[in-house]
């Protein structure tokens, strides 16, 4: 158990960490801090931790666990604004979807300070945004990656990693640089083909929209994603998410070729490929 947990700027995945912690016993006192007032105001009316500070280094201090919720291009100021209020021992991660060169920084930043630091990612979530839309079930069952870097320090590593078990999550651990190579793949590229295929259809017949059977609902549901959020993302794992585009153009002119050519054994075997893939999945919450 945490003695002492902080969380700062709650959003989904913020109140859901205070909502997960509380339900679960993870915590004995869980203080919350978001920069806007009125969202600590409704935050207030909650009841999903201990008290909602007034400023980020309010709310650190006596934690020995904060994990940073706040989009990724954010975390690491934010981190190094909290550094001087935090305890001796201190663990601050958080929960950010690009990991490297932010992992790489802020342990640059912590290299003298009392306090650890080591990267997190669940990977949970939805479009939605808002700790009104938060669960205290977000996390079980789905992966949970922990990044610490080689010069990590191995107890914090471990109480991240405990943390995170103890909200349900399946830790998986891994370096900073592996996780943005996977996450490129299975979730950043994911969300520019949705986002992508809804661009292209706002160029038809805006008709269309209304013909629209599950098959496009079910594909394009992660576009209604935040703009913005998705921006600072893609921005901080440029390099990977552009490698992953460079291998779905492959994958997608090699189909067309293919249809081109009337090869439709080769669009056949391509089908079954992705076929087998999407049934070897794991189920996700709500599927059979």
């Not at 993870?26 to 400023?55: D, H, M, N, Q, Y």
Request: net charge neutral; charged share 20%; proline share 5%.
């Amino acid at each position: 158990m945490v003695q002492s947990l902080a969380i700062l700027a709650p959003g989904l995945l913020g109140a859901s960490v205070a909502r997960a912690a509380r339900k679960r016993g993870a915590a004995s006192r869980i203080v919350v801090w978001a920069r806007r007032p009125e969202v600590r105001v409704k935050l207030e009316a909650t009841g999903w931790f201990e008290s909602v500070a007034a400023t980020a280094a309010e709310a650190v201090r006596g934690a020995n666990l904060v994990v940073i919720c706040a989009p990724v291009p954010a975390i690491p100021d934010l981190a190094v604004d909290i550094r001087d209020f935090l305890e001796p021992g201190a663990v601050v991660t958080d929960v950010g979807s690009v990991k490297a060169a932010m992992c790489r920084r802020i342990q640059h930043d912590y290299a003298e300070a009392p306090a650890h630091f080591v990267g997190a990612h669940p990977m949970a979530g939805s479009e939605k945004t808002g700790h009104e839309h938060s669960s205290d079930e977000l996390f079980t069952g789905r992966a949970v990656f922990v990044t610490p870097l080689p010069e990590s320090s191995q107890p914090a590593t471990d109480r991240v990693v405990r943390f995170w078990s103890a909200l349900g999550g399946e830790v998986v651990t891994c370096h900073p640089d592996k996780h943005d190579e996977i996450v490129a793949n299975v979730s950043h590229l994911p969300q520019l083909l949705a986002s992508a295929l809804c661009s292209f259809l706002s160029t038809r017949d805006a008709s269309w929209r209304n013909y629209a059977g599950n098959g496009l609902r079910d594909t394009t549901r992660i576009a209604g994603s935040d703009p913005a959020l998705w921006r600072g993302i893609l921005q901080e794992n440029r390099h990977e998410v552009m490698r992953a585009l460079s291998g779905m153009q492959d994958e997608l002119q090699a189909i067309q070729a293919a249809m081109a050519n009337g090869d439709y054994l080769e669009v056949l075997n391509r089908l079954e490929r992705g076929n087998a893939y999407r049934q070897s999945m794991r189920p996700g919450k709500g599927e059979a």
